[in-house]
């Protein structure tokens, strides 16, 4: 069964395919759902500071190349297995990823929330970082238990 018009989004992503693979290394992928459509930036463990650049830039690139203020796309950090952030990973994502983003459209980075204690706190670290810096960029955060209700929270963050 293919993708219609016919169906809800929940009855279509039972049945849509799976996301198209953008970038897969040991420490993370980068897909993409067409059907939301966002891109997925996912960490199978703890990154260094290159390995996590790598993938939020491949995210970043594809979604600059596909995301527009009349088809705008969704945002999800699906950080179930990221372990640590470490400080200066944390500040690059907050003083030049987010700002990045932030031009490029992204206006909430939806979160699948971390399995483990480091992730979690890494998670909570960044979330603080971002609502401080609203001078500089609006980027909203939420959390949501599994990757399909990041993709449901996502597609409704821009339906509004």
């Given at each position: 069964m293919t993708a219609t018009a016919d169906l809800t989004f929940e009855e279509n992503q039972r049945h849509a395919m799976p996301d198209e693979v953008i970038l897969s290394e040991s420490y993370g992928s980068v897909l993409v759902?067409?059907?939301?459509p966002c891109v997925i930036?996912?960490?199978?463990?703890?990154?260094?500071?290159?390995?996590?650049?790598?993938?939020?830039?491949t995210g970043l690139a594809y979604y600059e190349a596909h995301a527009t203020a009349e088809h705008p796309w969704g945002w999800i950090g699906d950080v179930r297995r990221m372990g640590a952030i470490p400080k200066p990973v944390q500040d690059w994502l907050t003083t030049d990823w987010n700002i990045r983003?932030?031009?490029a459209g992204v206006r909430e980075v939806s979160i699948v929330v971390a399995e483990n204690v480091l992730g979690q706190l890494a998670t909570q670290q960044y979330v603080q970082n971002t609502t401080a810096r609203k001078d500089q960029y609006e980027?909203?955060?939420?959390?949501?238990?599994?990757?399909?209700?990041?993709?449901?929270?996502?597609?409704?963050a821009f339906l509004l």
């Open positions: 759902d067409a059907l939301v930036v996912q960490f199978h463990g703890f990154a260094n500071r290159a390995e996590f650049i790598n993938i939020m830039e983003a932030f031009k980027i909203a955060t939420a959390t949501y238990p599994s990757l399909e209700a990041a993709k449901q929270g996502a597609r409704a």
